[in-house]
């Protein structure tokens, strides 16, 4: 945790914590460094160890055998709840729905095709952390879709880019190489 960047922390989806004996000393270190969700493995079910889990901060607790794409699942769930909007969010001109309607521009619909609009929200919800490709793949694609490449996420991203920087006069999407991708408005 302490040799990690700062951007490297802030691209990591969850932490997803094992049995060991001073895992409950875990979550206030993460927490001072990421945002991220703290999932534990338990190996039993015992009401005073989910607890003892939660009241140290952890965000969920699964019982084994668990298969990854419930644990993607809870990590998401708990991202909703952390960034969840009530009404539009954006930045100045730019206003982004989460309820299936394209973004506005000056109160100007654009028109984007459903995974742009998706890739626009996960980055709005996301906007105060750097998501990786890999990360907006396995949201907007599934993480067990292997007929399209993650590759794809760069043409959807180079797209939507285009059309708000047309629309708005500049770039509202920062995009660092092999780092990822954050909306900064």
Do not use: C
Request: aromatic share 8%.
């Amino acid at each position: 945790m302490t040799s990690a960047s700062e951007q490297d922390l802030g691209a990591v989806q969850s932490f997803l914590l094992g049995y060991f004996d001073t895992r409950p000393a875990y979550p206030e270190m993460i927490r001072t460094h990421s945002r991220a969700p703290i999932i534990a493995l338990a190996d039993i079910k015992s009401l005073t160890q989910t607890l003892e889990l939660f009241t140290a901060g952890i965000d969920d607790v699964v019982r084994k055998p668990v298969h990854v794409r419930e644990i993607v699942a809870r990590s998401d769930a708990v991202w909703r709840r952390l960034n969840s909007a009530v009404g539009p969010a954006g930045a100045g001109r730019l206003k982004v729905f989460f309820d299936g309607r394209d973004p506005e521009v000056d109160n100007e619909a654009i028109a984007l095709p459903r995974r742009e609009r998706h890739i626009l929200e996960y980055l709005v919800k996301n906007s105060k952390r750097r998501v990786t490709k890999t990360q907006i793949f396995n949201t907007i694609y599934g993480i067990f879709n292997d007929d399209v490449d993650e590759s794809v996420i760069e043409g959807h991203m180079s797209k939507l880019r285009k059309k708000l920087r047309l629309k708005l006069g500049h770039d509202v999407i920062d995009a660092k190489r092999y780092i990822g991708y954050q909306f900064v408005g």
